[in-house]
């Protein structure tokens, strides 16, 4: 058994080292929500964003917690990799009975999870450990605790939502098959649920902004960032998505044959964690369902006749290797993006004119401008230069301006995303800025402005 957890630890130091030698990227938002929520700002009706609370708005906050270097959060990155190998291993050993089945879901992890963007640190990554720890839990019968970290999931993405209903669903319809005196495992995983959930709702209520967070986090999703931000797979993605999760529903099709109850739960975890990549599709909106069409494709391959198995290894091993050299090949390196030069002479060169608490502006840019600097965002008035955001925002984000006149701007007029410009999107500001302010530097795209 020790020389198991041995080659546990290989596998997994041996993914440690990849990630080390490949780009960082952690998501800005993680960073300047957790500090602007840490220093006053109230989330939905001063700080605008569609997601859940999770670990950004909560009073226990990646800031709050002193995860504010890029150091701490690289240490972050590294030990939910850590968590998810040995949860990865523990289900795999649950299914399949098997250390040596278990350890090739571990190897493939290895593989396949820097690819679909491993290094970037956002919400998605942050899930899959919890979504892991509570498929463990449900299968070895913890219903309770099984619902309650399924609920903790749900405070980071709503997407969550469908997989919850269906495991429910799941368990009550098993329930009413095995008969009454069962219906407490349906019971207690809704208790769980029930009591992570209640903490969304005091926290809501704590801060009186049940107005702001069910616009931002319901209604803003269904309208204006379903018409503006949704971005579809294009064809690359979609075949170099297919040796995994291809796969993985090719294999969940001969699991679910077999009808045990692990793999139907295995079936819903999987395909209910597809749905974050539904809006906005990109290979780290992946991560949480990676390691479930893993757990997939080790169960598939092990229960399939050999006449088919021999061939689809195959094939996925000549495709994985093509895929994996590209990858690395163009991926190698130190960079951290969001947190280069380019944003230490941002830095430096707003701090010439700013002290920390100031008010100043991040027009199409740098949008952890705040976080960098220690300032604060005019009026107490925050929303990512997207155009989805402000679009709505921009009345509020300008009346900030207005009352709170930042002491620096740093615009950039040539930013895009989705081949949309971000400072055309608020043309009041836009205005205000060219009337009352003027450039004093420019380097690259970036221009720093003053009051005139």
């Known amino acids: 058994m020790l020389s198991v957890w041995i080659i546990l630890f290989l596998i997994t130091a041996a993914h440690i080292f990849l990630l080390t030698k490949i780009f960082f990227f952690p998501y800005p938002e993680l960073f300047v929500y957790s500090y602007l929520t840490k220093v006053g700002l109230v989330p939905y009706k001063q700080i605008f964003d569609q997601h859940f609370p999770g670990i950004m708005f909560f009073p226990v906050n990646l800031a709050s917690l002193g995860v504010d270097t890029i150091f701490e959060a690289r240490i972050l990155h590294l030990g939910i990799i850590v968590i998810a190998h040995i ?7 649950t299914l399949l009975k098997s250390n040596l089945l278990a350890l090739s879901g571990n190897l493939l992890y290895l593989v396949w999870q820097p690819f679909f963007e491993g290094y970037v640190l956002w919400i998605d990554l942050l899930v899959a450990p919890i979504l892991l720890l ?12 099984s619902g309650l970290f399924i609920g903790i999931a749900l405070l980071f993405k709503q997407v969550l939502v469908p997989l919850i209903f269906f495991v429910c ?26 009591t992570s959930v209640m903490l969304l709702v005091l926290w809501i209520t704590n801060l009186k902004i049940w107005k702001e967070f069910v616009y931002w986090s319901l209604t803003f999703n ?4 379903a018409q503006m931000g949704r971005k579809y797979p294009n064809f690359h993605e979609i075949i ?35 749905v974050f990549a539904y809006a906005r599709f990109d290979f780290i909106h992946l991560q949480p369902a990676l390691p479930f069409a893993i757990l997939g494709i080790v169960t598939g391959l092990h229960i399939l006749p050999s ?5 689809l290894l195959i094939l996925f091993i000549t495709f994985s290797i093509l895929i994996m050299v590209s990858f690395y090949k163009s991926n190698v390196g130190d960079k951290v993006e969001f947190f280069g030069e380019k944003e230490i002479k941002i830095k430096e060169a707003v701090l010439k004119y700013a002290n920390p608490g100031d008010s100043v502006f991040a027009f199409g840019t740098t949008p952890h401008l705040y976080y960098l600097t220690k300032t604060h965002p005019p009026g107490n008035i925050f929303a990512f ?29 040539s930013s895009e995303v989705q081949e949309m410009n971000l400072t ?29």
Do not use: C
């Open 87 to 93: 949860l990865l291993f523990l289900i795999g050993k």
């Open 134 to 145: 509570s498929f463990l839990l449900l299968t070895n019968k913890k219903y309770f605790y």
């Open 169 to 194: 669903l799941f368990l009550f319809v098993d329930n009413l098959r095995q008969g009454f005196s069962k219906s407490k495992h349906f019971l207690s995983f809704l208790l769980g649920l029930t």
């Open 222 to 225: 269904l309208t204006t960032f």
């Open 240 to 274: 170099k998505s297919l040796p995994i999760f291809g796969l993985g529903i090719f294999s969940l099709l001969f699991i679910l044959r077999k009808k045990k109850s692990n793999f139907i739960i295995l079936g819903l975890f999987f395909i209910g964690s597809l």
């Open 307 to 311: 006449k088919i198995r021999k061939p």
């Open 385 to 413: 230069p997207f155009p989805w955001f402000t679009t709505i925002a921009q009345q509020e984000i300008y009346e900030g301006i207005i009352t709170d006149p930042p002491v620096v701007v740093v615009r950039d007029k």
């Open 424 to 452: 055309k999107y608020m043309p009041i500001v836009e205005l205000y800025f060219e009337k009352y302010y003027k450039i004093i530097d420019v380097f690259d795209s970036t221009e720093i402005m003053v009051p005139n």
